[in-house]
């Protein structure tokens, strides 16, 4: 969320980053001067009158002291409490017509970010590695999954529905292989702390990440209960340190989990109906970082390349994107997406999103630090990327290392976590 005092001073320039984020100004910011002039003029006669009650009390109790009549002055500060708490209503009623206006404005995109209108404006910032080379024709991961029979998807309609994945042996293995070797690699060499946060959240945690109220209808709710399933571990994970100061001094704070996520995927229909790439529930490490202003964007490059050095240890291509301002998410202020190579549909697939938020998040979930020997406290910066997501990772090491015979290699840093297996055959049975 953005502040209040910001986006009144600074009308111009937020009309002009909704513009470039390919959004119409007026319809999320219609009336907010009017609505703003009426909070402040409501505040400000409240707070005159208040004065005045508060000049009319002092006179009543020295008119009560000397034996004077303080009648008609009793009568007039009770006429002026009765305004008072209108005046207050009113101020209160404005006031939320302002937060909720605020809550709809998406953050305002960092000056680094390219101007564009959509994914082929998103520009390429590097590349590593190179695509594998095949002497056959390389299939897509749910032909080689199904026919080394660890991906089904019959069963998983039969007891589930449509998108949603049943893995079998070491099929099994490997997305379980997977997430262990990042969490080692994340916490044993760059420095993040593991945490293994609820599957569930309530609607506060929710607001404070950004995804209500705007993405209600991407997510699964409990019917009897305030609680809904995680979209991401983004959003418990940054919850954890919601309405808390944090120790200036011990910034940044850098998390790590692997959770299951859940998404109801709302508006995608007929999008990659084929294999695991769009699903209800998939696993997922991320990386989350608290930090100082200043040092946010030096730390958002480095949680890009945390993210990166993930397939860059299973020896995966990959491209890292800076998305324009209309690709963004709404609550980012700049975004890179990691996009790792599929030779069995020709194409690059996000595999990672690594974002910062600046102070938006912070704001909504007022999560807040004081640097030593202050007496005011700051927002934080928060800060969130894929470190991978799980089952996309998987299919990239199908699709990459798939032998003409339909096995796989396994990567060399993933042997260890696969009790020493160097290839997935054809399951039997």
């Known amino acids: 969320m953005l502040d209040l005092a910001f986006v009144r001073d600074n009308l111009p320039l937020i009309t002009e980053k909704l513009r470039q984020r390919g959004l119409d100004a007026d319809a999320l910011l219609g009336g907010f001067l009017e609505i703003d002039a ?7 006669a409240m707070e005159s009158l208040k004065a005045e009650r508060n000049r009319a009390s002092e006179e009543i109790a020295k008119l009560k002291k000397s034996g004077g009549d303080a009648i008609e002055l009793i009568a007039k500060t009770k006429s002026q409490r009765e305004e008072i708490e209108t005046l207050e209503k009113s101020a209160d009623e404005f006031d939320a017509q302002l937060q909720q206006m605020l809550a709809g404005i998406p953050n305002i995109p960092h000056e680094s970010v390219p101007a564009g209108k959509g994914p082929d404006d998103n520009v390429e910032v590097r590349r590593w590695g190179t695509p594998p080379k095949f002497d056959f024709t390389p299939k897509p991961h749910w032909e080689i999954g199904e026919a080394l029979g660890i991906l089904d998807f019959e069963r998983a309609a039969k007891i589930s529905g449509a998108r949603f994945a049943v893995y079998w042996d070491l099929g099994a293995k490997l997305e379980r292989a997977l997430a262990n070797f990042m969490l080692d690699h994340h916490t044993r060499e760059n420095g993040y702390t593991e945490a293994l946060p609820p599957y569930l959240v309530n609607s506060d945690s929710l607001y404070g990440t950004g995804q209500l109220p705007k993405f209600k209808s991407d997510l699964f709710k409990t019917e009897e209960h305030d609680l809904w399933l995680i979209p991401t571990a ?53 990386l989350v970082k608290f930090t100082k202003p200043e040092e946010s964007y030096a730390e958002h490059e480095k949680l890009t390349a945390h993210a990166e050095s993930i397939l860059q240890k299973l020896g995966l291509h990959y491209r890292t994107m800076v998305l324009c301002t209309a690709d963004m998410g709404p609550s980012s202020a700049k975004t890179y997406d990691i996009e790792v190579w599929l030779p069995g549909q020709q194409l690059y697939r996000e595999i990672s999103s690594c974002s910062n938020f600046e102070a938006y998040q912070a704001r909504r979930a007022n999560i807040r630090y004081r640097r030593e020997g202050a007496k005011k406290t700051e927002l934080v910066h928060t800060l969130n990327g894929s470190g991978l997501a799980v089952g996309r990772t998987w299919l990239a090491i199908m699709e990459n290392y798939q032998q003409a015979d339909g096995s796989v290699v396994v990567p060399e840093a993933l042997r260890p976590y696969m009790g020493g297996v160097e290839k997935i055959t054809k399951r039997a049975g």
């Open 38 to 44: 009426k909070r402040r003029q409501a505040i400000t």
């Open 234 to 286: 983004e959003v418990p994970v940054t919850n954890l340190y919601r309405d808390e100061t944090l120790d200036g001094a011990k910034l940044p704070i850098s998390l790590t989990a692997y959770t299951p996520c859940f998404r109801s995927e709302a508006g995608s229909y007929g999008k990659d109906v084929r294999g695991i790439i769009r699903q209800h529930q998939f696993q997922k490490v991320e």
